[in-house]
T-cell receptor, first 113, second 113 residues
Framework: DGGITQSPKYLFRKEGQNVTLSCEQNLNHDAMYWYRQDPGQGLRLIYY???????QKGDIAEGYSVSREKKESFPLTVTSAQKNPTAFYLC????????????FGSGTRLTVV | DAKTTQPTSMDCAEGRAANLPCNHSTISGNEYVYWYRQIHSQGPQYIIHGLKNNETNEMASLIITEDRKSSTLILPHATLRDTAVYYC??????????????FGSGTQLTVLP
């Protein structure tokens, strides 16, 4: 079955360490997205990519970096510059940018201690 | 994009219809209404979208008022598994657009046994 896989489901890191969250899709979707969700809050867009080798900053890109070398993969790196990295991170994809029928992964819960 | 207003929370008895309202009084003629839901600690799930006609699929029905200033998502026979946060989002449907989905706080629907 097609879908989006995020791994790992839970991740613990020490403060000051960079960490990379994986997102893989086999839906043949062009566009991919990363969102952050804090407890009791809505989703905030970190980065998005409309096509391979291209990506754009979202609303809260500071302290994060991404790459899109393959259509299937859109990894997110949480750097030590991110002041409050502990959060629930969600990856999504859509057939194309501007198509809002998103498919989401099951998320990665990152805890920085 | 038009702003949406949803109640913070709602309860519904199991087996009854759940009617979730959304106000979007500043909606423009080319903006669609999208509904997603998020079960606790999972990624959001697309439910349905519409422009001006009522829409129905296997999950829900979407009723949009004639003036398009409000809409209602209807889950015809709510089950305990429908307990989730429901997001109403208004967006222009374009191709290659750099404008992405924004998720607010939504409505917490609790289905009671």
């Amino acid at each position: 079955d097609g879908g989006i896989t995020q791994s790992p489901k839970y991740l613990f890191r020490k403060e000051g360490q960079n960490v990379t969250l994986s997102c893989e899709q086999n839906l043949n979707h062009d566009a991919m997205y990363w969102y952050r969700q804090d407890p009791g809050q809505g989703l905030r867009l970190i980065y998005y990519s409309q096509i391979v080798n291209d990506f754009q900053k979202g609303d809260i890109a500071e302290g994060y970096s991404v790459s899109r070398e393959k259509k299937e993969s859109f990894p997110l790196t949480v750097t030590s510059a991110q002041k409050n990295p502990t959060a629930f991170y969600l990856c999504a994809s859509s057939i194309s940018a501007g198509n809002y029928g998103y498919t989401f992964g099951s998320g990665t819960r990152l805890t920085v201690v | 994009d038009a702003k949406t207003t949803q109640p913070t929370s709602m309860d519904c008895a199991e087996g009854r219809a759940a009617n979730l309202p959304c106000n979007h009084s500043t909606i423009s003629g080319n903006e669609y209404v999208y509904w997603y839901r998020q079960i606790h600690s999972q990624g959001p799930q697309y439910i349905i979208h519409g422009l001006k006609n009522n829409e129905t699929n296997e999950m829900a029905s979407l009723i949009i008022t004639e003036d398009r200033k409000s809409s209602t998502l209807i889950l015809p026979h709510a089950t305990l598994r429908d307990t989730a946060v429901y997001y109403c989002i208004v967006r222009v449907l374009t191709s290659g657009s750099a404008r992405q989905l924004t998720f607010g706080s939504g409505t917490q629907l609790t289905v009671l046994p």
